[in-house]
């Protein structure tokens, strides 16, 4: 197993887009603006990560609203301080938002009870004084995170990832040694399956223990990465910029075999 400390580029983590979460008892789209969330009614369950239980992007949910506003179709309406582009993920009655100050010096998370709207928990995760540059159309909170019973991590690219108590809101793990440089700032979101993955687009793997935050593995692919990865009958697909695809069997304690590579 190699054990490149490269830290030249962004962490591209687990998922693809999506932007429909679902929570017990009420179903709902949640729009993050820098301003706050807007919530539509529905039924439903949990929404662990950015593409959802099946990790396929699918809500399983009928009788969706396909219109709503702040007056149409809105359960509650809560404001969310600071700007934050990633979507929110649902265990229970909790809803978990990231956000960053506008300069990225600092970087929260946010618990909202799905059924109320209250703020349960806001927690300064980092202090960053002098974050990279970041796009006007990007933020300093764009990664997803992933989130399971009595544990929610998150993810904030370079400036670092932490486990957080869902109970108490407290610290449970964190890391800041995995640096890259991220270009136009962080975007992409985390893995949840007792492990958490990502690739940066130098094509380096990376394997995190998620009850402690220790590295399982580290290993440098070939070619540069731009796509998330996915998950699909028991194995993990890496894509390269140059149609190779690397295969990963997610075992412990490294990746249990050897990448399979093949051209698309």
């Known amino acids: ?39 539509t ?36 309406k ?13 265990n229970g009655k909790q809803a978990w938002i990231t956000t960053a100050t506008k ?12 059924e109320s709207g209250k703020v349960i928990h806001d927690i300064k995760v980092f202090d960053t ?26 993810h904030y690219g370079t400036y670092g990832t ?18 890259c440089y991220h270009h136009e700032g962080p975007g992409a979101s985390l893995l949840l399956d007792d492990l958490l993955y990502m690739v940066n687009d130098q094509g380096y793997a990376l394997c995190i223990e998620a009850t402690t935050g220790n590295v399982i593995w580290r290993e440098r692919l070939n070619g540069k990465h731009s796509a998330s990865p996915i998950y699909a009958s028991g194995r993990i697909y890496f894509f390269s910029e140059k149609n190779l695809t690397t295969v990963v069997a997610p075992r412990r304690p490294g990746r249990g075999q050897a990448p399979n590579q093949q051209e698309n």
């Open 1 to 39: 197993m190699k054990s490149s400390e490269d830290p030249s580029h962004g962490w591209r983590c687990w998922s693809s887009a999506a932007r429909l979460c679902e929570a017990v008892g009420v179903q709902f789209g949640l729009i993050l603006h820098a301003t706050g969330l807007l919530l």
């Open 41 to 76: 009614c529905s039924a439903a369950g949990d929404w662990p990560e950015f593409r959802g239980p099946e990790r396929n992007g699918h809500a399983a949910s009928t009788r969706l609203p396909i219109s709503w506003n702040e007056t149409n179709n809105i359960a509650w």
């Open 78 to 90: 809560t404001a969310i301080h600071d700007l934050g582009w990633s979507s929110p993920v649902v």
């Open 103 to 114: 300069n990225g010096r600092e970087m929260c998370a946010v618990c909202v009870d799905i």
């Open 129 to 154: 004084p002098d974050p990279q540059h970041v796009a006007s159309v990007n933020s300093y909170a764009s990664p997803t995170s992933a989130i399971e019973v009595g544990r929610v991590y998150v």
């Open 162 to 179: 932490a486990c957080v108590d869902t109970r108490n809101g407290k610290v449970l793990w964190s890391r800041r040694d995995l640096n």
